[in-house]
């Protein structure tokens, strides 16, 4: 997901594989060397990057970088979408009458 604040885009990726502080930092300095980038958060709890940059990057340049460093970048599938189920009536709550 990515958010654009003016001159600013911000955008959050899930980094599968990260267990320690050396990770962070391995991540991190990869995803830093990305042109246009300028700042690079990491909560290792979640397994979440957090990435300020100048514009939109590619995602390929970010999967490659988080390689680089040994990790793998997770990329929602199609598959991985939640679906819904016609005959409980839709909604997140089954029942069709959601909040």
Do not use: F, N, W
Request: proline fraction near 4%; charged fraction near 15%; hydrophobic fraction near 35%.
């Amino acid at each position: 997901m990515s958010t654009s604040t003016g001159a600013t885009t911000v955008t959050g990726y899930t980094v599968k594989g990260m267990t320690c502080g050396h990770c962070v930092s391995a991540v991190s300095a990869e995803i830093g060397r990305i042109g246009g980038v300028s700042e690079v958060g990491v909560d290792l709890a979640e397994g979440l990057v957090t990435v300020v940059s100048e514009a939109p990057l590619a995602e390929e340049s970010v999967a490659a970088a988080v390689e680089e460093a040994g990790y793998e970048l997770v990329r929602p599938t199609p598959a991985a979408l939640p679906t819904v189920d016609a005959e409980q009536g839709g909604g997140c709550c089954g029942g069709g009458g959601c909040h």
